[in-house]
């Protein structure tokens, strides 16, 4: 059994709806293979995936990712305005109340430029040579983090009713 079909039958074992993955491409980047590759992938792993294609604002995938429900963002930058960029999605997350939809980044994003990042809240940055089995595991855990959170505060309101 492949990593990959383990992974699927995780998260589609589960009762609960699939895990849910927007995947973005924001700015004048015009390069979306990976993107592309990478969407497919985390699609064969069982996850529901929604891609933005090409050239979003920030508030565009923002609220994309509010209207989507989804679990996680993933966005893909190769044009080094990833920290414009990505400040301006935060922001804008942050506005809308939902700052609590995790962020992962690739692309080819400089060493210096990662601090600055997870510094904004980036939950984990992947870089030219991640394997596509790492990124799905890691988008598995922080969708999965996501939902119990939620659980947790459903179950917590349900108690205080």
Known sequence: MSSLQSTRERVLGTPRRRYKVLVA?????GHDRGAKVVARAL???GFEVVYTGLRQTPE???MAA???DVDVIGVSILNGAHLHLMKRLMAKLRE???DDIPVVLGGTIPIPDLEPLRSLGI???FLPGTS???IIEKVRKLAEEKRMREEAEA???VGQA
Request: aromatic share 0%; no cysteine.
């Open 43 to 45: 699609r064969d792993a």
């Open 66 to 68: 509010v209207q989507e």
């Open 155 to 157: 179950s917590e309101q």
């Open 123 to 125: 939950r984990e940055i």
């Open 132 to 134: 596509l089995g790492e």
């Open 25 to 29: 491409k924001m700015g004048l980047d």
């Open 96 to 98: 809308l109340g939902a």
């Open 60 to 62: 565009q995938v923002a």
